[in-house]
Structure formats: C-alpha cells, structure tokens
C-alpha cells in the first residue's frame, strides 16, 4: 500500500462513525495519482464537511504528500 492512500485511509476513518466502510482505490499514472475515497452514505457530510472545508484540508495534506514525491495527486470522493 502507498503511502498516500495509507494517509487518506487513515484520516478517513478517524473522521467517521463507520471506519469499516472506508474504501479507497489508487490509480497511479506516469505524473498523477488518483485516489478515489468511498465512505458510508451517513457519513459523506463528515468527510467533506462545512462548505468542503475537511475536503479541501485533506486534498491539500494529499498534494503536499505528493508533491514530495515528485508527483501530483486528486482525490475524488465518490457518493
């Protein structure tokens, strides 16, 4: 497991109720890596909180994460 998605699945689930429901797929490309976050319908308010501050917070964590890596990273959450 890379460490990106090992950070995006760990933040998730100290966010939500349902921490067992917290999946998370990685497609890696030559530059860009995408990390798809699917939690608990219950709990997507919580994951991307007020105006999409925690979203926002946790793509930025994520980008800065990749970018020492030399690449860049989107995280999608998916409904």
Known sequence: ???LKEMVECVAKKLVDNPDAVYVVE?????????????????LGKVIGRQGRTAKALRTLLSAAATKIGKRAVLEIIE
């Open 1 to 3: 497991m890379s460490a």
């Open 27 to 43: 497609t890696e490309g030559e530059r860009t890596i995408i990390i798809e976050l699917k939690v608990d319908p219950k709990d």
